[in-house]
């Protein structure tokens, strides 16, 4: 089984508290400027709603995944737990991934580039921003870099909709949310007056 996050859809308020917290773990920046400019910038995870339904929308770690086989850069690749990595630095935003997604949870996103050590592999450091190809990485990095044993997402959704299913099968839940949050307003410009996730 491959580590990934297991929505449950009755529990979700649509709330997109959960895309905020993405935005704001993968750019660096605090979850208070990340909501200002939720709009603007690309989540990982997408809230999606219908009528009667709300549930949030993540890569699946499909096993094998369509991504990893049309990828021409090995950009994106799949290690031996079944887990696809993505090696931005390689991507050359052809944007073939997005059209092989069965659930379409690739978006493409500007975000600085690491620069690579040609010889070792190795990042150096991060210099140039361009546009490539992004999905749900588990917030792996953030994680590590924070300690964490749960992803961003889990920790902002205020109704404990999510859950982190390790690769033994065991079930990592979020603590209780600290206080409850109401669903974001509809857009003006929604005509259904769905608040819908940003492009």
């Given at each position: 089984m491959t580590e990934h996050?297991?929505?449950?859809?009755?529990?979700?308020?649509?709330?997109?508290?959960?895309?905020?917290?993405?935005?704001?773990?993968h750019h660096g920046i605090s979850f208070k400027e990340a909501m200002k400019h939720r709009d603007e910038m690309v989540a990982r995870v997408q809230v999606v709603k219908a009528e009667g339904f709300k549930t949030t929308v993540r890569c699946h770690q499909c096993n094998p995944a369509p991504c990893v086989n049309?990828?021409?850069?090995?950009?994106?690749?799949q290690d031996k737990e079944g887990?696809?990595?993505?090696?931005?630095?390689?991507c050359l935003a052809c944007k073939m991934c997005i059209a092989a997604c069965?659930?379409?949870?690739?978006?493409?996103?500007?975000i600085g580039m690491p620069d690579v050590d040609a010889e070792g592999g190795e990042t150096?450091?991060?210099?140039s921003r361009r546009e490539v190809a992004v999905r749900c990485d588990m917030c792996r990095a953030w994680r590590m870099e924070n300690g964490k044993k749960i992803t961003a997402c889990m920790e902002a959704c205020p109704a404990?909709?999510?859950?982190?299913?390790?690769?033994?099968?065991?079930v990592v839940e979020a603590p209780a949310p600290a206080k409850a949050v109401k669903p974001a307003p509809a857009k003006a410009a929604d005509p259904a007056g769905e608040a819908q996730p940003a492009a």
């Open positions: 996050i297991q929505v449950i859809p009755d529990k979700c308020r649509a709330c997109r508290r959960c895309e905020v917290a993405c935005i704001a773990a049309v990828c021409p850069a090995g950009a994106l690749q887990r696809v990595i993505m090696r931005v630095q390689y069965p659930y379409g949870t690739i978006s493409m996103d500007t150096i450091a991060q210099r404990h909709a999510l859950a982190l299913v390790l690769a033994d099968g065991s």
